[in-house]
């Protein structure tokens, strides 16, 4: 009898051997799970949703966008007579005395009360070739810029500047917020007469335009808001 048992606890013990051993192959055979970083960084990039591929378009856009910037601190609040677009005729301008009449072209940087004695730094709001400076009716000491505007070029004028403090030489490139020079000294020929202001115009095309302003609201179709692309 005991020997019976004993063979029976040795065939069990086999049994359970032969057993452990299989499910050990069948583990160290069995394919491997993906790993999380996998699951997490690839799948989920392939599986974008359409919502996240629009925002991040849209942030693409808002980094372009970046590439023009502000010409000086505190621009906003500056803007406070002439925006783009506006008409203007002697009889209903912000401005005392006005010689001019049409749809304005630009975006009129005010300076602030404490600015008319000092220097005021111009910087370029974008990055591209000099094209033009010079001395001009209307505007004194005035500068034009070529840039790209999603990927259509536009040209920049700057207007009421202090001509002999344009460092630039034209025809040279410049980077966006490098100081291109000071805004001329208000009521003197280096404004051409006009109170000391900042002129900033966008004209689409590569075409020199320096008009400050056009009989028609339709030809403000040749001209952007500049405050819809500065940052």
């Known amino acids: 009898m005991k020997k019976i048992t004993y063979i029976t606890i040795v065939i069990l013990v086999a049994v359970l051997g032969i057993a452990f051993l299989l499910?050990?192959?069948?583990?160290?055979?069995s394919p491997e799970k993906p790993s999380s970083s996998y699951e997490h960084s690839d799948l989920n990039s392939a599986l974008l949703s359409p919502e996240t591929n629009l925002e991040n378009e849209n942030k693409n856009d808002e980094e372009a966008k970046e590439d023009f910037q502000m010409p000086l601190d505190r621009a906003?609040?500056?803007?406070?007579?002439?925006?783009?677009?506006?008409?203007?005729?002697?009889?209903?301008?912000?401005?005392?005395?006005?010689?001019?009449?049409?749809?304005h072209t630009a975006v009129d940087f005010e300076i602030f009360p404490e600015e008319e004695s000092v220097e005021v730094s111009i910087r370029t709001v974008c990055?591209?070739?000099?094209?033009?400076?010079?001395?001009?009716?209307?505007?004194g000491g005035v500068a034009v810029q070529f840039c790209e505007l999603d990927e259509s070029p536009i040209t920049v004028v700057y207007g009421h500047l202090n001509l002999s403090s344009i460092k630039i030489a034209k025809g040279?490139?410049?980077?966006?917020?490098?100081?291109?020079?000071?805004?001329?000294?208000?009521?003197?020929?280096?404004?051409?007469?006009?109170?000391?202001h900042l002129h900033l115009g966008?004209?689409?095309?590569?075409?020199?335009?320096?008009?400050?302003?056009?009989?028609?609201?339709?030809?403000?179709?040749?001209?952007?808001?500049?405050?819809?692309?500065?940052k």
């Open 23 to 29: 499910w050990w192959l069948n583990l160290k055979n």
């Open 76 to 103: 906003s609040e500056r803007i406070t007579k002439k925006p783009f677009g506006k008409f203007v005729t002697p009889k209903n301008s912000p401005v005392s005395p006005e010689k001019f009449y049409g749809y």
């Open 127 to 139: 990055s591209g070739k000099l094209l033009e400076k010079r001395l001009a009716t209307g505007y």
């Open 172 to 196: 040279d490139n410049v980077n966006v917020g490098e100081t291109l020079g000071i805004l001329g000294k208000g009521y003197s020929d280096e404004t051409s007469g006009e109170r000391k």
């Open 202 to 230: 966008f004209h689409k095309g590569a075409g020199i335009n320096i008009l400050g302003y056009v009989p028609k609201e339709s030809d403000l179709s040749n001209w952007l808001d500049p405050m819809l692309f500065l």
